[in-house]
T-cell receptor, first 115, second 114 residues
Framework: DARVTQTPRHKVTEMGQEVTMRCQPILGHNTVFWYRQTMMQGLELLAY????????DSGMPKDRFSAEMPDATLATLKIQPSEPRDSAVYFC?????????????FGAGTRLSVL | SQQGEEDPQALSIQEGENATMNCSYKTSINNLQWYRQNSGRGLVHLILIRSNEREKHSGRLRVTLDTSKKSSSLLITASRAADTASYFCATGPALSGGSYIPTFGRGTSLIVHP
């Protein structure tokens, strides 16, 4: 049963530390999305990759966040330095372009707490 | 700004009743999707309706789309306690090639009491 895998599931860190979240998209999917979910803001799109190229990262605070896809099986989201306001659940989703459906398959998320 | 906005924010019903959630969006679209999120989990795709469709069914789910009003509704019939979850609509401005970058609203939190 193909699924998007995110690690770690939970992360507690102190303010100022670097945080790296990883995502393994479903094999054969060529789009990857990073979202942040909080009670206040809901589900916010942070970054969007197609064929490993970043197409839209306008939702991401550029000074501390960075998103990359070193290869087709790995997407990373880094926060450096982390701040308490970054506490949220971060979701990765993957999908396929070409069928114009844009259905996304979500991972279980990384729950981040920055103290 | 968010493309899709769900209404109501919260809905509490008894098992067996129907639940209706609405979604409004801002720009022309290629399709609109509904997702469900159980507590502590990622979102799961439920159903997709294309811009040239007006109604679609899948089991106990019924989705309607009114492009003139830029709105959609999701109806869950004969609800069950297991339907308790948050429901999101997702759509986005149409891009070239029929694709779009989907954005989500804040969701409707549905509680079904046994």
């Amino acid at each position: 049963d193909a699924r998007v895998t995110q690690t770690p599931r939970h992360k507690v860190t102190e303010m100022g530390q670097e945080v790296t979240m990883r995502c393994q998209p479903i094999l054969g999917h060529n789009t990857v999305f990073w979202y942040r979910q909080t009670m206040m803001q809901g589900l916010e799109l942070l970054a969007y990759f197609r064929n490993r190229a970043p197409l839209d990262d306008s939702g991401m605070p550029k000074d501390r966040f960075s998103a990359e896809m070193p290869d087709a099986t790995l997407a990373t989201l880094k926060i450096q330095p982390s701040e308490p306001r970054d506490s949220a659940v971060y979701f990765c989703a993957s999908g396929r372009t070409g069928d114009a459906k844009n259905i996304q398959y979500f991972g279980a998320g990384t729950r981040l707490s920055v103290l | 700004s968010q493309q899709g906005e769900e209404d109501p924010q919260a809905l509490s019903i008894q098992e067996g009743e129907n639940a209706t959630m609405n979604c409004s969006y801002k720009t022309s679209i290629n399709n609109l999707q509904w997702y469900r999120q159980n507590s502590g989990r990622g979102l799961v795709h439920l159903i997709l309706i294309r811009s040239n469709e007006r109604e679609k069914h899948s089991g106990r789910l019924r989705v309607t789309l009114d492009t003139s009003k830029k709105s959609s509704s999701l109806l869950i019939t004969a609800s069950r306690a297991a339907d308790t979850a948050s429901y999101f609509c997702a759509t986005g401005p149409a891009l070239s090639g029929g694709s779009y970058i989907p954005t989500f609203g804040r969701g409707t939190s549905l509680i079904v009491h046994p």
